[in-house]
């Protein structure tokens, strides 16, 4: 499988990024932050205003502390001093992540959680698009193509109820 990583994208609530996990090995390749290399959710998506007070947003995993004693130790570096609400935030994190890192020996890789083995495939992206598009209405389109009305008329309807109409993005 080629390395997902280099893919610059944001984890956000895509179908893309839902079906990649991050294998932790050695936290070499791992953003702490910003790859899911935890079961649920990015951490920058579990504390957002941890990782706003963060002074390096694309730490990696290895980098996030040390081995002290035969024990990992999480050190998180901050842009300034947390006030108290968000030290208890800081607990939360450790706790969330306390015995997560165990530094195997091996790479950091991309698994593609739609394939039994983690490789991609286009045929479990096509699936995985196909189970998340909602199902279409055979009445409704009988209707667009069965009426009395101009075949100009019924394409626009069909293309418009199947969200195909050429738009600027508000973005």
């Known amino acids: 499988m080629k390395d997902l990583g280099r893919i610059q994208m944001h984890m956000n609530d895509d179908w893309f990024s839902k079906g990649l996990h991050m294998v932790l090995r050695n936290g070499e390749k791992a953003r702490f932050w910003v790859d899911p290399w935890l079961p649920t959710t990015p951490l920058m998506q579990s504390f957002p205003r941890l990782y706003a007070c963060c002074m390096n947003k694309n730490i990696r995993v290895g980098e996030a502390g040390s081995w002290v004693i035969g024990s990992w130790v999480w050190n998180f570096p901050w842009r300034r001093r947390l006030f108290a609400w968000e030290k208890d935030l800081v607990e939360a994190l450790r706790v969330s992540v306390l015995n997560s890192f165990h530094g195997l020996a091996g790479s950091d890789h991309w698994f ?22 909602p199902p279409l209405r055979a009445d409704l389109f009988n209707q667009i193509w069965n009426n009395l009305v101009p075949k ?5 309807a ?3 109820i199947l969200n195909r109409i050429p738009t600027k993005s508000a973005s």
């Open 158 to 160: 069909w293309k418009l």
């Open 112 to 133: 593609w959680r739609h394939e039994r083995h983690g490789a991609f495939s286009v045929k479990s992206a096509y699936i995985q698009l196909l189970s998340l598009q």
């Open 152 to 156: 100009k008329v019924a394409g626009f």
